[in-house]
């Protein structure tokens, strides 16, 4: 059982910047989801193990970057601009990766075998 670490959320004032980590050890493609309170948990970023594919969500705008160090076995998603409607829960997912999907992405929360807790995220107008 692979452990999920989230860190880095926090409370920021709208057009400021979060960076949020993941800690997870392992072979994994790793995928960021947000969830506001009532509403279904939605994608937001997901890269492949080897770093080498991003996807995000079209409302991104270009606000999103993840990243990954694998020597650090961690993964980044660095927020811009922030909005209040960008408060939410985020939680970092990890998805087994085999030698052949090493480029894969995957943006679908069904295909990830992992979960963290979560990090709350707060935008103020």
């Known amino acids: 059982q692979v452990q999920v670490v989230e860190s880095g959320g926090g409370l920021v004032q709208a057009g400021g910047s979060l960076r949020l980590s993941c800690a997870a050890s392992?072979?994994?493609?790793m995928g960021w989801f947000r969830q506001d309170p009532g509403k279904e948990r939605e994608f937001v970023a997901a890269?492949?193990?080897?770093?080498?594919?991003?996807y995000y969500t079209t409302s991104s705008n270009g606000r999103l970057t993840i990243s990954r160090d694998n020597a650090k076995n961690t993964v980044y998603l660095q927020m811009n601009s922030l909005k209040p409607e960008d408060t939410a829960v985020y939680y970092c997912a990890a998805h087994s990766t085999g030698l052949s999907d090493l480029n894969s992405v995957w943006y679908n929360e069904r295909d990830y075998d992992y979960w963290g807790q979560g990090t709350q995220v707060t935008v103020s107008s």
């Open positions: 890269i492949s193990w080897n770093g080498r594919r991003t």
């Open positions: 392992g072979r994994y493609a």
